[in-house]
């Protein structure tokens, strides 16, 4: 069963660097792209950005709102997708998800339950 | 970076009803789209990928189809577990993008 479930989430001040993680299991981590996208309270979902599968070399492409702040990367021994923000920002408060695609080319079939980050001070 | 215009915002609707929702890009993306259905408090469940091939499991009454930039969710005939936050989603170039969003609503 896959299974993604993502931690690190909690209050920062603005300014303040987080790291956000996601334990994956259930299929091989090494043979999918993975996604984190992100959805502010009561807004609607906003892409984050992704890493790339082994054949990609693992490489990340990141949304506009977050390149040069955001940095995706993995750790193939624990089977775990990080998300690491700097220079967070209050308009960054958002619930983070995890996502892969597993059946399915592209878009993400599997979901994790999101963890709240909330940038105040 | 491709935009993604998604109408209505909200939706009221009974069951029963045949519902349509409308994505346009802002330019060519071929048959990269997906839809996703969202309920409160839970993440989004795929639906719809390369514009009509149905998810394994949604249920027949839910289509997709394309014309160009302009594509089309439509539900059959509505059911009360189909009210919900419907999105759609390119995945053509990077950074890909949602749509705003269509929340159907009970009328």
């Known amino acids: 069963e896959v299974q993604l479930v993502e931690s690190g989430g909690g209050l920062v001040q603005p300014g303040g660097s987080l790291r956000l993680s996601c334990a994956a299991s259930g299929f091989t981590f090494s043979d999918h792209y993975m996604d984190w996208v992100r959805q502010a309270p009561g807004k609607g979902l906003e892409w984050v950005g992704r890493?790339?599968?082994?054949?990609?070399?693992?490489?990340?492409e990141y949304g506009a709102s977050v390149k040069g702040r955001f940095t995706i990367s993995r750790d193939h021994f624990k089977n775990s997708l990080y998300l690491q923000m700097n220079s967070l920002k209050t308009e960054d408060t958002a619930v983070y998800f995890c996502a892969v695609g597993i059946a399915v080319a592209g878009p993400n079939d599997y979901w994790g339950q999101g963890t709240l980050v909330t940038v105040s001070s | 970076d491709i935009q993604m215009t998604q109408s209505p915002s909200t939706l009221s609707a009974s069951v029963g009803d045949r519902v349509t929702i409308t994505c346009r890009a802002s330019q060519s993306i071929s048959s990269w789209l997906a839809w996703y259905q969202q309920k409160p408090g839970k993440a989004p469940k795929l639906m719809i990928y390369k514009a009509s091939t149905l998810e394994s499991g949604v249920p027949s009454r839910f289509s997709g189809s394309e014309s160009g930039t302009e594509f089309t969710l439509t539900i059959s005939s509505l059911q009360p577990d189909d009210f919900a936050t419907y999105y759609c989603q390119h995945y053509s170039t990077y950074p890909w993008t949602f749509g705003q969003g269509t929340k159907v609503e009970i009328k």
């Open positions: 890493s790339k599968k082994n054949t990609n070399n693992y490489a990340t």
